[in-house]
Nanobody, 127 residues
Framework: QVQLVESGGGLVQAGGSLRLSCAAS????????VGWFRQAPGKEREFVGR????????YYADSVKGRFTISRDNAKNTVYLQMNNLKPEDTAVYYC????????????????????WGQGTRVTVSS
């Protein structure tokens, strides 16, 4: 029942940075896990990272660890994905997703673990 809107995508050169935003409405994210996923043409949707809102704890895929950072702004009910040192292989449509957090129910690293999705924002990294 939460609505999500991603923004901030665009074209960037390799080595550059982008910050994506995921703005939520309809529900506060205080009891949610918010995930970031990406999907390149011909590829399955790939887990990027997640944040548990209540604790601010984060987890990242190995492919982005050390380069990407997820953060939250409670006042704005928004989650951010800061992407640094971008590589051409980061090119994809990036999606945020949200799911009410229930202990032990989900791993929160699979697309099927999330019930609400944004429409995506495209990131293109040129070499």
């Amino acid at each position: 029942q939460v609505q999500l809107v991603e923004s901030g995508g665009g074209l960037v050169q390799a080595g550059g940075s982008l910050r994506l935003s995921c703005a939520a409405s309809g529900r506060t994210l205080s009891n949610y896990v918010v995930g970031w996923f990406r999907q390149a043409p011909g590829k399955e949707r790939e887990f990027v990272g997640r944040i548990k809102w209540s604790l601010g704890s984060t987890y990242y895929a190995d492919s982005v660890k050390g380069r990407f950072t997820i953060s939250r702004d409670n006042a704005k009910n928004t989650v951010y994905l800061q992407m640094n040192n971008l590589k051409p292989e980061d090119t994809a449509v990036y999606y945020c997703a949200a799911q009410i957090s229930y202990s032990g129910r989900y791993d929160y690293s699979r697309a099927t673990d999330f019930g609400s999705w944004g429409q995506g924002t495209r990131v293109t990294v040129s070499s």
